[in-house]
């Protein structure tokens, strides 16, 4: 079983500042990685995604992630923040070896809050 | 080209009532998959249909919740009769089988539950 840990469940900073969200996860099996973000009204969008290859994974706006295996952590950086980033961010993981059609696991959701 | 969407998008009913919420794919996906999320809790998985046929249902919490997609396009969840738990949003993702070991999910909006 898989499960994943966003122990901040808010995150108010100021726009331009830099910010991090936190995801650490626990699995028996090697992994997918992912955060979404849900602005306001909308769905849920991939951000970025980590399947194999180089640790540091770029998305888009501006974000990106880093895995580290040994610390089973996903944290979500960005160097100067806006307005507009002002959504709830979900880190998940999946199990790659179940196949292409892979459940995700969530974490409870990180609300970023920027402020002026 | 249309994305995945959900009807309604708000539904407030009363404690055992039945509801019924739909969810059409991206035209293709033969993917289709049904999560929730409980007020401040994480969004979990329910269900997984490969084009007519679940693949895993191991997320439905019991049997007052019934998922088809007859034809393998649109699906609904039924929920009958609802209690005061089952409130939450709930989403809908699709996903097209590429031959890898990865196929992206992409997310409506939710159809927000509310059960009073």
């Known amino acids: 079983a898989q499960s994943v840990t966003q122990l901040d469940s808010q995150v108010p900073v100021f726009e331009e500042a830099p910010v991090e969200l936190r995801c650490n996860y626990s699995s028996s099996v090697s992994v997918y990685l992912f955060w979404y973000v849900q602005y306001p009204n909308q769905g849920l969008q991939l951000l970025l995604k980590?399947?194999?290859?180089?640790?540091l994974v770029k998305g888009i706006n501006g974000f990106e992630a880093e895995f580290n295996k040994s610390q089973t952590s996903f944290h979500l950086r960005k160097p100067s923040v806006h307005i507009s980033d002002t959504a709830e961010y979900f880190c998940?993981?999946?199990?790659?070896?179940?196949?292409?059609?892979?459940?995700?696991?969530f974490g409870t959701g990180t609300q970023l809050k920027v402020e002026l | 080209e249309a994305g995945v969407t959900q009807f309604p998008s708000h539904s407030v009913i009363e404690k055992g009532q039945t509801v019924t919420l739909r969810c059409d794919p991206i035209s293709g996906h033969d993917n289709l998959y049904w999560y929730r999320r409980v007020m401040g809790k994480e969004i979990k998985f329910l269900l997984h249909?490969?084009?007519?046929?679940?693949?895993?249902e191991s997320g439905m919490p019991n049997n007052r919740f019934l998922a088809e997609r007859t034809g393998g396009t649109y699906s609904t969840l039924k929920v009958q009769p609802a209690e005061l738990e089952d409130s939450g949003v709930y989403f809908c993702a699709s996903s097209q089988d590429t031959g890898g070991t990865y196929y992206e999910q992409y997310f409506g909006p939710g159809t927000r539950l509310t059960v009073t």
């Open positions: 980590y399947l194999s290859g180089s640790t």
């Open positions: 998940a993981v999946s199990d790659y070896l179940t196949g292409g059609g892979n459940k995700l696991t």
């Open positions: 249909f490969v084009k007519e046929s679940k693949q895993d």
